[in-house]
């Protein structure tokens, strides 16, 4: 019996041949094609069941977003409104308050410099138009 199972295991190990196996990454970011990529985000994206709470959901009516729509432009006509009569035809230098925000606007060799300073949270933002 002995002798038996010794010749089938010869003769299997005598007709099997190896092969080198070889590890070829997917990934990009492991050395793998780039072409994946887009792939690989696409199939993680479409198995991602979580959803972020931070995210706005698109379930608003058209009359809230006709209604925010209509604040925007309200508020953006009356902010005209207060820089046009404050600054008259253009950008003057100067110091001028609108509310909490401190604008001082002077002229330097980079152009027309605009600092700007929230007088509650103490940001500040610096704008510069250049010269042309």
């Known amino acids: 019996m002995k002798t038996i199972i010794s010749i089938v295991f010869c003769m299997i190990a005598y007709t099997s041949f190896g092969q080198q196996l070889v590890y070829k990454a997917i990934n990009p970011a492991f050395g793998g094609d780039t072409f994946n990529h887009q792939w690989l985000l696409a199939a993680a994206n479409a198995q991602n069941s979580f959803k972020d709470p931070e995210a706005q959901d698109d379930e608003r009516s058209e009359l809230d977003r006709f209604s925010e729509n209509l604040n925007r432009q309200i508020l953006g006509q009356l902010s005209r409104g207060l820089f046009d009569a404050q600054l008259g035809d253009g950008l003057q230098p100067g110091t001028f308050n609108f509310g909490t925000l401190s ?13 700007i300073l929230d007088t509650n949270t103490g940001e500040q933002t610096q704008i510069i138009v250049p010269n042309p």
């Open 103 to 115: 604008l001082e606007i002077y002229e330097s060799a980079e152009g027309l410099v605009i600092n």
